[in-house]
C-alpha cells in the first residue's frame, strides 16, 4: 500500500488547468509542515472546525461522493453564517484502510464542492482509523460584514432561507419511517447539503445576528437567544416546509421542520426598518429564498409561537 | 449528560486571570460559527493539522492529561519546523462516551502546554465516536523566516536537536520489549514530546530547509531530500543518542534513533558558511541543543553513510 505521503499525493492534491480559485494568498500548499498564506490586510480571518463521523453525521451506507461533498457543505455553512467567504481549508481525514475507489469518489465529491464555492485545499492529514473527516475552513471577510449570534436586537424580524425538515425527512426515508411518500429531493438534502454562500453575500448587508441550522431550528433558534439575552415569538404557519412536508400530518411535519437539523440553512434577523428593502432586494436575486417566521421580543425568554405554545428547544445532541 | 455546547463551555472555554497570551490578533473565539482572526499586515499565516487516532499515535493506556500535551505538541513542531510563531488553535475532538475525569484531564494537560507555548485555543468541535483528536495550529512568521523543505543546498551542514530514537525506545520499554534498562525519561518524551519552538526561534535565523522528524530521521530526512532535489552523507558517529540508547548494543541503538519516528526534534540544514556563528550563536543560549551529523551532497542520490552504508528510509507508515 502507499504511504501517507503517497496518498495525499495521489488523491488530494488536485491538479487545476488554470489557477485554482482561492489562490490569491496562498504562498505554499500541500507539502511541507504547514501551508503559508498572506491574509489580505482590510479583511479578517475566519476559522470554522467540523467533524463528520461515519454513523452519527451520516449514515454508514453514504456513498463516498457525498461523504467527501458534506463534510466541506457544513463547514461552508459556518461560515456563510458568519458572513465570510470561503477561501482555504485543511482535511484531517480518518479511514479503516486504504480503498482506492472509495478515496476517489470522496476527492472527486470534496473538489467539485471546493471549486463551486472557490475554497482550497492547503493541507491536512490521512490517519488510520474508524472513519471520520474534520475540517478546518478558513474564510475572510470586511469586519463590517461579520454576523455574530450575540447581535440580535429587540423587534427584529426572524429569517429562515429555504426549506426546514428536509434533510431530517431524508433520514426517515432511508429509515423507511417516513409518513409519507418518499421523495429523492429529501434524500438529496440530507446527502448533498447546500451551503448557503450565495444568500449570505446579500443577507450580511442587512442581518444583526446569524447562524446556520445544524441542530434544528428551535436549538440554534435559541443560541441566538441565549447569546443575545433576548426571546422570540415564533409563526408557526410561516415555518417554509419542503414538498415531501406539506402533504403529511402538519404536526409532525413541524416537528421535522423545527427540530429536525442538518438543514444548514442560515437563520438570522434583520432590523424592523429594514424588512421592506430587504425583501426587495431577495426578490431581484432570483433563487435566494429567505422566510420571514417571527420576531425577536426582549420582553419574554425562550421560544413561544403567536399560537401560544411555548417551543423548548430540542435539536440533535451526539452525547444525549 | 450535557450538551456539546456545554461541553465546550465546561472543559475548553478556558478562563485567564490576565490577558491570554495569543490574544493580540483574536477578534472574537469560542460561541460562534467560526473564530475571527486580524492577522498583523507584515506577518503570514502558518496552518497545519496533526490527527491522533488511539492505539496508533499513542497506547491505548496514555493517561489523558498526556494525550492533551501530546495533540497539541505534534503540532506545535510543525509550527517550529515552518518558521513560525504559535498564535491559535482549534480542535476537533472525538469521544466514545463522556467521561468528567477524562475530559478534566485530557484539558489540563493541554491547556498547560498551550499556555506555556503562547498558544490559544479558538474553537473546535466535539463528537461521539472513536477516541481521536485533530487540531489545526496556525503561527505567524514574517515570510524572511520561512524554514521549507525544499531549500535545502550542496555542501550544507545537516543538524538536528538533541537526541534521537527516546520516543521510539520508550514505547519499546512500555511494550517491554527493550533491550536494555528502562528509563523514565524515554517514556516522558513518548508521552510529553517536546517541541522545539525556542530552538526554531534562532535556527529560523540561519537555516536553509527544516521540518520535525515524526516519521523517523531517515524518512523525514529523505522529505528533505527529495523536495530539495539532492542527496545526503551522514555520519552514523555522531547521531545524538539519550542516554538509554548509550548503553544497548549500538545497531540496536541506531535503528531506534534513525527509524524510530515521535521525536519531534528539527532536522535542518545551515550553509557551510554560516556553521561556525550559527554553533557560537548554540553555544551562547544554554540548552539548546543542535548536532551535526552530516552534509547535503548534490552529486550522489539518497542517502549514504560516511561509513559508506546505502541508508533506506523506513520511517513509521500508518498504511502499511
Redesign the interface.
Known amino acids: ?5 503517497d ?1 495525499i499525493q495521489t488523491y488530494f492534491n488536485w491538479h487545476y488547468p488554470e489557477k485554482p480559485p482561492a489562490s490569491f494568498g496562498l ?2 500548499g500541500i ?9 489580505p ?1 482590510k479583511q ?14 451520516f449514515p454508514e451506507q453514504t456513498p463516498p461522493h457525498a461523504i467527501g461533498h458534506k463534510s466541506l457543505a457544513v463547514n461552508l455553512s ?2 456563510a ?2 458572513g ?1 467567504d470561503p477561501a ?1 481549508f ?3 481525514l ?1 479511514l479503516p ?2 480503498d482506492k475507489q472509495w478515496l476517489s469518489d470522496f476527492s472527486a465529491g470534496l473538489k467539485a464542492l471546493a471549486d463551486k464555492a472557490g475554497i482550497q485545499l ?9 472513519l ?1 473527516i ?1 475540517i ?1 475552513a ?2 475572510l ?1 470586511e ?1 463590517k460584514d ?1 454576523m ?3 447581535s440580535a436586537k429587540d423587534k427584529d424580524v426572524i429569517y429562515v432561507t429555504h426549506t426546514l425538515g428536509g434533510a431530517a425527512a431524508g433520514l426517515a426515508m432511508l429509515q423507511q419511517r417516513f409518513e409519507g411518500e418518499d421523495d429523492h429531493s429529501c434524500i438529496e438534502q440530507l446527502n448533498y447539503p447546500v451551503s448557503r454562500n450565495d444568500e449570505s453575500q446579500l443577507i450580511r448587508r442587512y442581518a444583526n445576528a446569524c ?2 441550522i445544524s441542530d434544528g431550528f428551535l436549538a440554534d433558534l435559541n ?1 441566538i437567544l441565549q ?1 443575545s439575552k433576548v426571546g422570540a415569538v415564533i409563526d408557526l404557519d410561516t415555518i417554509p416546509l419542503p414538498k415531501a412536508l406539506q402533504d403529511i400530518d402538519q404536526q409532525k411535519a413541524l416537528e421535522y421542520a423545527l427540530t429536525g437539523g442538518d438543514d444548514y440553512e442560515l437563520l438570522f434577523t434583520v432590523a424592523q426598518e429594514n424588512q421592506h428593502v430587504f425583501e426587495q432586494d431577495v426578490q431581484q436575486e432570483k433563487g435566494l429564498g429567505c422566510i420571514a417566521v417571527g420576531v425577536i421580543d426582549s420582553a419574554i425568554k425562550g421560544i413561544v409561537s403567536i399560537q401560544k405554545e411555548v417551543l423548548t428547544p430540542k435539536g440533535y ?4
Open positions: 500500500m502507499s504511504s501517507e505521503f496518498l504562498i505554499k507539502g511541507d509542515d504547514g501551508a503559508v498564506l498572506q491574509i490586510s479578517q480571518l475566519i476559522v470554522t472546525t467540523d467533524t463528520l463521523i461515519s454513523g452519527v453525521h459556518d461560515l453564517a458568519m465570510a482555504w485543511t482535511l484531517a480518518t484502510h486504504q492547503i493541507g491536512g492529514d490521512t490517519t488510520k482509523g474508524s471520520s474534520s478546518t478558513m474564510g471577510a469586519s461579520l455574530m449570534r450575540s447562524l446556520d443560541h447569546s445532541n451526539h452525547f444525549r
